[in-house]
């Protein structure tokens, strides 16, 4: 349902494929000085002038190599990317089989990575999007509700949340499970486009479409596609998870990710 590429960096500080980037100095979250802060590498696009901006947040794994392929996809589409890395400064490699690092800690992570983005000239200060995976999405869809930003005390909303794979509502009565799993919520400010896999038994589409169709029908602006036979996590390859590279959701994520985000950004 519808709703060599970076050709201008500030240092070559760290190769990733055939992209260069730039570390931003730790930048403190919503914690202070309780944990080290969060970590980020920024990406800018060719061109002078400032540019729309994305928040990108990672999976439950971590910094992973298939957030390479977007941002080199973003930043060829003009638009400067700031890859956050929750886990690494917290001492933390992956929370896929536990939460050392919490939702909540990923998306304060996220709007101080908003703030700090407002600070730089080569930014649009009003066109800054997220753009999160699984653990990341959960979080992105976190900050697209009025009342989360209104708790978290911050009155400036992003201007879209893109969200792979994320898992939006709870399936457990354990608490700590609903936790994790508690993320859509019923109160959108800020438009959204979940892109799921029909084929995906970690964090199933079916959940997050129900409650979208809701919102959809109550004027929440929400919108989604399920790519039929795509499992978790698409856009890896990663067998012993039973995670598949899909090309055909890929591309097609791409395409719609694109257009919304230009929507949204205009």
Known sequence: MRMAIFARTVMLALMLTSCASTPLDKFPSAEGDRIP?????????????????????????????????????????????????????????????????????????????????????????????????SYGAM?????????????QQYPVPFRAVVAFYPFCTPVSSNPALVAVQDNFYFDIATPVHLLLGGADNEAPSALCASHAEGLIKAGQPVSYTVMAGATHAFDMDLPSKGYRYNQEAVDRAWVEMREFLARCMS
């Open 139 to 151: 979080a992105g869809l976190r900050l697209a509700s009025a009342s989360y930003l209104k708790r």
């Open 37 to 133: 802060g969060s970590r980020a590498r920024i990406f800018i696009p060719e061109g002078a002038g400032s540019h729309p901006a994305i928040v990108m947040l990672h999976t439950c794994g971590g910094i992973s190599p298939h957030l390479n392929m977007w941002t080199e996809r973003l930043v060829g589409a003009g638009y400067v990317v700031l890859k956050v890395d929750s886990f690494g400064p917290r001492g933390v490699g992956s929370v896929c089989d536990q939460w050392g690092v919490s939702v909540d800690q990923v998306a304060a992570d996220a709007l101080a990575a908003a703030q700090q983005l407002r600070k730089l000239p080569f930014v649009d200060h009003d066109r800054i999007a997220v753009v999160g995976f």
